[in-house]
T-cell receptor, first 115, second 113 residues
Framework: SAVISQKPSRDICQRGTSLTIQCQVD?????MFWYRQQPGQSLTLIAT?????????ESGFVIDKFPISRPNLTFSTLTVSNMSPEDSSIYLC????????????FGPGTRLTVT | AQSVTQPDIHITVSEGASLELRCNYS??????LFWYVQSPGQGLQLLLK??????LVQGIKGFEAEFKRSQSSFNLRKPSVHWSDAAEYFC???????????FGKGTRLSVIA
């Protein structure tokens, strides 16, 4: 199993600023992902965080807006850049465990409000 | 590519009544199927999962789900709903090869006395 922590748990930011969200997993995992959950909506995959290389972004998401780093097997960051009110969402870090047991774990999320 | 459809946006049931939440998936092979629950202001909690084998899977909190390949469905059931079951329920599909889960739009469950 894996326990995922995220920091900060919530934040209120002004438009035009940037926020970096940290994700820490308590065990080595094969894959790490970032999802967005807009108010009242489902989870949408932003990108796959690749260790030591550029993240793989889904359609509609770009690196300039959502730069992602993954320097090692257990840590990743997501930055929401040049924020607008439309970026107000919950951002969730997720990890896929090693060992053949396909199970995807989720962090508690970072609730972002942009004013 | 995988996709998930949850046809019911909102369901209201009486406490003690039975519950069935529908989920249909699209995937070319045998998928990995999951149900998650999200209570207001909370993170996602895994209720149950199906990889292979017995098509009726048991999960936590008294939930079960049945995989029906012929109908491409993985419906979630509970025989007697409790008020604490009120939450958002997400069906998700995954595939071998370390691919991320794809989620349905969710079904919001309300429980009335």
């Amino acid at each position: 199993s894996a326990v995922i922590s995220q920091k900060p748990s919530r934040d209120i930011c002004q438009r035009g600023t940037s926020l970096t969200i940290q994700c820490q997993v308590d065990s080595q995992v094969t894959m790490m992902f970032w999802y967005r959950q807009q108010p009242g909506q489902s989870l949408t995959l932003i990108a796959t965080a690749n260790q030591g290389s550029e993240a793989t972004y889904e359609s509609g998401f770009v690196i300039d807006k959502f730069p992602i780093s993954r320097p090692n097997l257990t840590f990743s960051t997501l930055t929401v850049s040049n924020m607008s009110p439309e970026d107000s969402s919950i951002y969730l870090c997720s990890a896929l465990t090693v060992g053949g047991s396909y199970e995807q774990y989720f962090g508690p999320g970072t609730r972002l409000t942009v004013t | 590519a995988q996709s998930v459809t949850q046809p019911d946006i909102h369901i209201t049931v009486s406490e003690g009544a039975s519950l069935e939440l529908r989920c249909n998936y699209s995937y070319g092979a045998t998928p990995y199927l999951f149900w998650y629950v999200q209570s207001p202001g909370q993170g996602l909690q895994l209720l149950l999962k199906y990889f292979s084998g017995d098509t009726l899977v048991q999960g936590i909190k008294g939930f079960e789900a049945e995989f029906k390949r012929s109908q491409s469905s993985f419906n979630l059931r509970k025989p007697s709903v409790h008020w604490s079951d009120a939450a958002e329920y997400f069906c998700a599909v995954g595939a071998p090869g370390n691919t991320p889960l794809v989620f349905g739009k969710g079904t919001r469950l309300s429980v009335i006395a």
